[in-house]
């Protein structure tokens, strides 16, 4: 049975961090690149980050570039994503997703719910 199941979300005071994890299990985890995603209430799904298979390039949206960090540990099928300097803006639900280079067969997790506010 394939799951992704993130963690790590939560409330956090603007110019706080926050750092996501998303375990997989069910699957070839180092085969699938990783990426992280995020939607707010009323705003369609954007994309956050990537990151390849073997973690040797990674790329970002221009809204998270600098801020964020996605990384990813195969030995622990885990992924994360680090959240530096959080906005009022990042507030949403965090995805990730997983891709298989080839087959292009993709994974969703559930979600975790992020929210910046003083």
């Known amino acids: 049975q394939v799951q992704l199941v993130e963690s790590g979300g939560g409330l956090v005071e603007p110019g706080g961090s926050l750092r996501l994890s998303c375990a997989a299990s069910?699957?070839?985890?180092?085969?699938?690149?990783m990426s992280w995603h995020r939607q707010a209430p009323g705003k369609e799904r954007e994309f956050l980050a990537v990151?390849?298979?073997?973690?040797?390039?990674?790329n970002y949206a221009d809204s998270v570039k600098g801020r964020f960090t996605i990384s990813r540990d195969n030995a622990k099928n885990t992924a994360y994503l680090q959240m530096n300097r959080l906005k009022p803006g990042d507030t949403a639900v965090y995805y990730c997703?997983?891709?298989?280079?080839?087959?292009?067969?993709?994974?969703w997790g559930q979600g975790t719910q992020v929210t910046v506010s003083s």
């Open positions: 997703k997983a891709v298989h280079g080839r087959s292009r067969d993709f994974y």
């Open positions: 069910g699957f070839s985890f180092s085969t699938y690149a």
């Open positions: 990151i390849t298979s073997d973690g040797g390039s990674t």
